[in-house]
């Protein structure tokens, strides 16, 4: 079952009258284009030439905002690649590359993919439930692209692996006990 959302929000972070810097929704005008530097501030449209553009959406249930530069146009463009790749990962088709980085899913893909090929099937079985739960508990949602072009996927899950907060290992049973 996919809990994954497909809906992402484009807000602007300002600073208020009182010096905190908060995230406002954008203001699009009658045909749903972004207005630059225009915000909705408690309902009202207020123009705020500072502060940068975020995705907000979710991922596992946690709120993710990601920066989307200073510029409405590419923001919007961000947008709306991130919603193509939302939909695309909630349909259950591997999302390859985004810019230079790689979905930690499509790197999973492609070294199972490579095991599949090279190892027996009790082997295979074994990685591809390892590294479901690895990417359970995995915080990151993007691997280097060059690395993989690189032929180093392998290198780069057992990087990320150790550098996992919470680690989640299948050992094999001991032989000696």
Same mark, same amino acid.
């Given at each position: 079952? !996919?809990?994954?959302?497909? *809906?992402? !929000?484009?807000? =602007?972070?300002? @600073?208020?009258?009182?010096?905190?810097?908060?995230?406002?929704?954008? *203001?699009?005008?009658?045909? #749903?284009?972004?207005? +630059?530097?225009?915000?909705?501030? !408690? #309902?009202?449209?207020?123009?705020?030439?500072?502060?940068?553009?975020?995705?907000?959406?979710?991922? @596992? #249930?946690?709120?993710?905002?990601?920066?989307? #530069? =200073?510029?409405?146009?590419?923001?919007?463009?961000? =947008?709306?690649?991130?919603?193509?790749?939302?939909?695309?990962?909630?349909?259950? $088709? +591997? $999302?390859?590359?985004?810019?230079?980085?790689?979905?930690?899913?499509?790197?999973?893909?492609?070294?199972?993919?490579?095991?599949?090929?090279? @190892? @027996?099937?009790?082997?295979?079985?074994?990685?591809?439930?390892?590294?479901?739960?690895?990417?359970?508990? %995995?915080?990151?949602?993007? $691997?280097?692209?060059?690395?993989?072009?690189?032929?180093? +996927?392998?290198?780069?899950?057992? %990087?990320?692996?150790?550098?996992?907060?919470?680690?989640?290992?299948?050992?094999?049973?001991?032989?000696?006990?």
């Amino acid at each position: 079952m !996919n809990t994954e959302s497909k *809906a992402v !929000n484009l807000l =602007k972070r300002i @600073k208020t009258t009182d010096g905190s810097w908060l995230f406002f929704p954008v *203001a699009r005008t009658a045909k #749903g284009y972004i207005r +630059p530097d225009l915000v909705l501030v !408690n #309902g009202q449209v207020e123009r705020h030439a500072e502060g940068a553009y975020y995705l907000e959406f979710r991922h @596992k #249930g946690k709120r993710i905002r990601q920066n989307a #530069g =200073k510029d409405a146009e590419e923001a919007q463009r961000q =947008k709306e690649t991130k919603e193509a790749e939302l939909a695309a990962v909630h349909a259950g $088709v +591997p $999302v390859v590359q985004v810019g230079d980085r790689v979905t930690l899913t499509a790197a999973i893909a492609a070294y199972l993919e490579e095991i599949k090929l090279t @190892k @027996k099937a009790k082997t295979y079985a074994a990685y591809s439930t390892s590294l479901e739960y690895f990417q359970e508990s %995995c915080q990151k949602q993007y $691997v280097r692209a060059r690395d993989l072009r690189e032929g180093r +996927p392998r290198q780069v899950l057992r %990087c990320l692996h150790r550098r996992r907060t919470t680690v989640v290992r299948i050992l094999p049973h001991d032989r000696h006990a």
